[in-house]
């Protein structure tokens, strides 16, 4: 069975950059099927939806966040990152990575159980 | 493409029926999936392609709509349905937007 978990700070600088990882258990990053992304929620505020990776490293960002937000595979086997910066106090969230099956539709149908991410000097 | 939902938060009693509302900017064909958020734990995949169900989702969650009108129904609503329920469009796959939600209280 496919499950993914989160790890990295709980609390982060301002100004600093935040970096999380996704370990992959039960499957393979590198599956050719498979994209790999990372969603975020902001307590009692909607869900944003930050980047997706595919296993050959093909990364897309949404446009809203340029030059902030780098999604790439690794650093180890069955793992993939996010990276962003510079932070301020409106990246506190709730993340989460997410895998989405392109063998039926493009949806993320498992998901890690998330890591509050809180921004604080 | 930008997601609206309404209403923002609905009330229905056990038993009931409950029916969400979801419209995308321009059309996202069926494009369409639907989640269930609670507090505390990752959104659920409940419906893609606007009508089909995720492995072990009820029947008693629906989808319907095409374009840029969508509708989740939850009939015989029970207390386990709270919660907020998200509609998600990917047509510009990779590049989803996300609805802002609406709140289910039973």
């Known amino acids: 069975q496919l499950q993914l978990q989160e790890s990295g700070p709980r609390l982060v600088t301002p100004s600093e950059t935040l970096s999380l990882t996704c370990t992959v258990s039960?499957?393979?990053?590198?599956?050719?099927?498979?994209?790999w992304g990372w969603i975020r929620q902001p307590p009692g505020k909607e869900m944003e939806w930050l980047g997706t990776?595919?296993?050959?490293?093909?990364?897309y960002i949404n446009p809203s966040l340029p030059n902030r937000v780098t999604v790439s595979v690794g650093p180890a086997t069955n793992q993939f990152s996010l990276t962003l910066s510079p932070l301020t106090g409106a990246d506190t969230a709730t993340y989460y990575c997410?895998?989405?099956?392109?063998?039926?539709?493009?949806?993320?149908?498992?998901w890690g159980p998330g890591i509050l991410v809180t921004v604080s000097s | 493409t930008v997601m609206t939902q309404s209403p923002d938060t609905l009330s229905v009693s056990p038993g009931g029926r409950a029916t969400l509302s979801c419209r995308a900017s321009r059309s996202v064909r069926t494009n369409l999936a639907w989640y269930q958020g609670k507090p505390g734990q990752p959104p659920t995949l409940l419906i893609y392609d606007s009508s089909a169900r995720a492995t072990g989702v009820s029947d008693r969650f629906s989808g319907t709509g095409s374009d840029t009108d969508f509708t989740l129904s939850i009939s015989n609503v029970q207390s386990a349905d709270f919660g907020i329920y998200y509609c998600q469009q990917y047509n510009d796959w990779p590049f989803i937007s996300f609805g802002p939600g609406t709140r289910v209280d039973v």
């Open positions: 997410a895998r989405a099956d392109t063998e039926s539709d493009p949806v993320f149908d498992v």
């Open positions: 039960g499957g393979s990053v590198n599956s050719e099927v498979d994209y």
């Open positions: 990776v595919y296993y050959t490293g093909t990364s």
